[in-house]
């Protein structure tokens, strides 16, 4: 128990959070309602939503995610979305965010890329002056839609650079692996972008190599499956890479099924940069606090550990040096 106020006192950062993800089925039908859009929910009643998340896998999560976003239209929608998530954030004393979106789900479904980043941007100015919490926007490239899609998008977000820190990668990661996305990355880190990749969730650890070298990343989102590849953790260790794991994301999605505590302990044990997030919070059932806490009651966690990962996060966040080394 007092670990936990330990925890709690903590301010902490957070680098890998899916703002799309922070969408809470009561959020969810409220918007749906106010839009007139209730009909293309993927479930009709919120108990019936919240049964449906019990995910097999990463596809089995990221087809409700995705259907889901059907309620998210107006500006004033991903205004509230992210403002919601702000205040999640201040109950868990996190004072700076790293928050993903992903414009293709959106621009997928005609809702113009301008409406979504001012929405976003909107809430993070409000969220530094109300709550203190400082932010950066990633853009992610959703995987499976290809790398031409991706270059499309960057080229589209380009009037929008003010609002942006770096892109990303996420969506279905087997079969779609990073090196298909090497010139999109040139072409970001060409605007001055700063680069991360979602690798090693479900996929091999070669897709971390790939995204190291041909994607040339500064840190790597969940990367547990480094623990395949012993040459891989040396390497991640001599570049001082951060990993940003997400603990109830790879148990809720079966990563490492029924040996997902030994794993991190094994993880925790290399010496790797690793940082701990929430993910998809309102579908993996908590946010920072919940992960940390998770790793306190399953692996036994000391308080000198939990000071450590805290302080890796700001080590590895895009904040400025002077910033960083205030928290750590
Ligand atoms: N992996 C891949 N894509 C995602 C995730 C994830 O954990 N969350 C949201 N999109
Ligand atoms: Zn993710």
Redesign the pocket.
Known sequence: ASLGRFLACLPKAEL?L?I??TLEPELMFELAQRNNVLHTLPCKTLDEMRAAYNFED?QS??DL?YAGCAALICEQDFYDLTMAYFQRAKADNIVHTEI?F?PQTHTLRNIPLRQVIQGIARAQKEAEQSLGISSGLIM?F??DQGPEKALQTLTEAEEFLEYVVGVGL????LGNPPSLFQGVFERAEELGLKRVA?AG??GPAEYIWEALEKLRVQRI??GVKCLEDTKLIGHLKDINMALTV?PL?NLE?KIYTGQLEERMIELLGTGVLVTINS??PA?FGGYINANYLWLIQKLGLSSQQIADLHANSFKASFLPEETKTKHC
Not at 170 to 173: G, R, V
Request: glycine letters at 4%; charged letters at 35%.
């Open positions: 890998h899916h799309e993800g990463l999560f990221l995610y993903f992903d992610c959703l995987r996420d969506s279905t990661e979602h969730e479900e989102d969940h997400c994301s999605l993910d998809d579908y």
